[in-house]
């Protein structure tokens, strides 16, 4: 159950970016025609302090539950591109401009009307280059930028929609993993940002957040064009979730996708140099690089095997020489197990992922693999990963500073497979070659374990 409701947080987390809040409709389009890129004239009233009291108090809950990914290099470079979009000359009250990455896999952004915007590093290692990056960030600045979350707050219609959502957070409990921990800190300090930042805005202000986020693109010279290929990037739906939806009627990603396209028209060619460059993959990887595989490892906590193939590939891809590269590829074939690398049409279609998404209310993952494990098509996977998982953690071994993490991959592989013997050997090398390992203790009981079966 704890598993079912875990699952729900995870989908839901996807929509802020995907979609809307409808009921609300009435809010964006009251605005006149304006040249501003913010809403200058806003005036904050009680109501809306109390609100910005809150997502304050947000900021240090992140920050001391861990949540925030604490990598300075990182975070200065996430700043840095989060700036370049800020309009310059622009003063807005109440407003610090803030980009941090969270560690969360699950592909999502959202910003706090004090101007802390927070990335996923799911989304992060999602996209391919600097300009993807800077599509999301520049939806998620307009939001603070045009006051959008205090402008909802002030709607009534949507206070009660909050009591709806305070129920049903009130219910769930996400347990293990990092994925979901955003949405019960959320939920605890303040249930409407909930609403508004995770669940996403109405129609009309997601539209506004993408149209606006191409100018303020362009202002910067980002290449446009990149927040249509990073909505497509999030339109792949590698983990087959289904997304259950709060409300009907959302604009769907495709619909976003139709719009910026239309809105960008003519002004996607041109292309300058300085855009060129920020269209860069590899520059962009040497960036993010240690974020995506902590990513990586926070994918494959939270049961997301698939995304995990994918990120690695990705890495491996970009630096095929790179002992850690190979060492994540390799784990995470190793903890696919059982499952095809990647979903079949017929299993992403949506009575498919519906069924799936039963299933999972119901089985945890190791039940999940010893169900597969009892179907040839399943047992086959296994073979076929597991296969791919040891040359590829022997490949790691033979390239330059080779990790001793490969040992340990090697001795989970080798013990799963009931090779004790070559299980033992490798648990030893890697605790020789990693005095100071953080799971020593773990490694050595595995060896003790294994020679009480061997003897
Ligand atoms: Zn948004």
């Given at each position: 159950m704890l598993k079912h409701r875990r699952k729900i947080i995870v989908a839901t987390l996807c929509l802020c970016l995907c979609l809307g809040i409808t009921p609300i409709s009435a809010l964006a389009t009251q605005d006149p025609p304006r040249s501003s890129p913010a809403k200058i004239d806003f005036k904050f009233e009680k109501v809306d302090l109390d609100l910005f009291g809150q997502v304050n108090l947000l900021d240090k809950r992140f920050e001391r539950d861990g949540l925030v990914y604490a990598d300075e290099p990182t975070n200065a470079y996430l700043q840095r591109v989060g700036e370049s979009l800020v309009p310059r000359d622009l003063k807005l009250e109440h407003v610090v401009w803030k980009f941090r990455a969270l560690r969360d896999p699950v592909p999502n952004a959202f910003a706090l009307p004090n101007g802390s915007i927070y990335v996923n590093t799911g989304v992060m290692s999602l996209c391919d280059n600097e300009s993807q990056l800077a599509a999301i960030l520049a939806h998620e600045i307009t939001h603070v930028l045009r006051r959008h979350t205090y402008l909802q707050n002030r709607s009534n219609r949507k206070k009660i929609l909050t009591i709806n959502i305070i129920n049903a957070v009130g219910v769930w409990n996400p347990v293990g993993g990092v994925a979901g921990l955003a949405v019960g800190i959320i939920a605890a300090v303040s249930p409407f940002i909930l609403v508004s930042t995770i669940y996403g805005y109405s129609r009309d202000l997601e539209r506004e957040a993408d149209m606006k986020g191409v100018d303020l693109m362009m202002s910067a010279e980002y290449p446009p064009e990149e927040m249509v290929k990073i909505l497509k990037l999030l339109n792949n739906d590698i983990e087959g979730e289904e997304i259950k939806l709060f409300y009907n009627d959302h604009p769907q990603l495709q619909d976003r996708i139709a719009y910026v396209s239309a809105h960008l028209g003519s002004k996607a060619d041109k292309a300058t140099a300085a855009s060129e460059l920020k269209r860069e993959k590899s520059a962009y990887l040497t960036n993010i690089q240690g974020l995506m595989r902590h990513d990586i490892q926070l994918a494959i906590n939270a049961g997301r095997f698939r995304t995990a193939v994918y990120l690695s590939?990705?890495?491996?891809?970009?630096?095929?020489?790179?002992?850690?590269?190979?060492?994540?590829?390799?784990?995470?074939?190793?903890?696919?197990?059982?499952?095809?690398?990647?979903?079949?049409?017929?299993?992403?279609?949506?009575?498919?992922?519906?069924?799936?998404?039963?299933?999972?209310?119901?089985?945890?993952?190791?039940?999940?693999?010893?169900?597969?494990?009892?179907?040839?098509?399943?047992?086959?996977?296994?073979?076929?990963?597991?296969?791919?998982?040891?040359?590829?953690?022997?490949?790691?071994?033979?390239?330059?500073?080779?990790?001793?993490?490969?040992?340990?991959?090697?001795?989970?592989?080798?013990?799963?497979?009931?090779?004790?013997?070559?299980a033992i050997e490798e648990y030893q090398k890697y605790l020789e070659l990693s005095p100071d390992a953080s799971d020593r203790e773990r490694i050595q009981r595995r060896i003790q374990l294994l020679k009480g079966l061997a003897s």
């Open positions: 590939q990705k890495l491996t891809e970009f630096r095929p020489e790179s002992s850690e590269n190979l060492f994540w590829l390799a784990e995470s074939y190793r903890t696919l197990g059982p499952r095809a690398p990647q979903l079949t049409e017929k299993e992403l279609t949506n009575s498919a992922k519906k069924d799936a998404a039963k299933k999972r209310e119901k089985r945890t993952l190791e039940e999940e693999e010893r169900d597969l494990l009892a179907t040839e098509a399943g047992r086959q996977n296994w073979k076929t990963n597991q296969q791919k998982s040891e040359e590829l953690y022997l490949r790691s071994l033979k390239v330059e500073n080779p990790t001793p993490l490969d040992h340990r991959g090697l001795g989970m592989l080798y013990e799963k497979e009931g090779r004790t013997k070559d």
